[in-house]
């Protein structure tokens, strides 16, 4: 391949990669803002019932700026962040067994809308040192189709990247799906093992910060996991 070849394919595919991952980034900007909206209207429809019950319990919306938001339950926070990258999914993933990404390659690049779990009291008492949780991700490409991974129910709410857009009822159900899972797991107590020795500084940054780490029975894992 001589130099004018190189050149014009080497231009070729940055106009081609530039242009398809545009599309997908502008997708996944628009269902993070339409995410964004359902999470708002969640928490207006179950406040108005709550705030019959006691309204100390209410749920509440944190907007973090064009990446982030989060909502409060109870003694849990979600955290949706979105990427500002593009990927694509790895030869191993199983959107390569079909049709749709094998007649398509370009539909398995995508973007990534993460849900995060953390105990709202690591927020509000600043523990840097406690543990937050991926509780799923949702991955949208360049025809505004999109697949969850996650655990357990959450990996089961649309697994086939060829079939279901991500409209409203969709992405509600992403989120009651997440909340449900998150509410249902509580902190366990600590190993012994873990907590048996504290030197004086860590007592004292206990005492002024409540820094002991703290997270949930939760983790992520895609293939095997039965917790």
Do not use: C
């Not at 969640?42 to 108005?48: A, G, H, K």
């Not at 799906?177 to 004292?204: E, R, W």
Request: charged share 25%; proline share 1%.
């Amino acid at each position: 391949m001589n130099i004018l070849n190189t050149k014009a394919a080497i231009l070729s595919t940055i106009m081609d990669k530039a242009s398809l991952k545009q599309v997908v980034y502008k997708n996944t900007q628009v269902v993070f803002e339409e995410l964004r909206i359902v999470v708002k209207n969640l928490i207006e429809e179950y406040n108005s019932e709550l705030g019959e019950v006691d309204e100390n319990i209410l749920l509440d919306f944190e907007d973090k700026g064009e990446f982030e938001y989060q909502i409060k339950i109870a003694s849990d926070i979600l955290v949706f962040s979105m990427y500002s990258n593009v990927f694509q999914f790895d030869r191993d993933h199983a959107v390569w067994q079909k049709d749709y990404v094998k007649h398509n390659p370009n539909n398995a690049y995508s973007g990534i809308i993460n849900i995060y779990n953390f105990l709202s009291d690591s927020f509000k008492f600043k523990r840097s040192e406690d543990l937050g949780y991926l509780v799923a991700r949702i991955f949208i490409n360049q025809e505004n189709h999109y697949i969850v991974e996650g655990k357990r129910q959450l990996g089961l709410l649309q697994a086939d990247l060829s079939v279901t857009k991500a409209d409203s009822d969709n992405l509600r159900n992403i989120v009651e799906t997440a909340i449900n899972y998150s509410l249902n797991f509580d902190l366990l107590v600590p190993p012994y093992d873990n907590v048996k020795i504290m030197s004086v500084a860590q007592m004292f940054e206990k005492i002024q910060n409540s820094k002991i780490k703290t997270g949930k029975r939760l983790g992520f894992q895609f293939k095997s996991d039965d917790v």
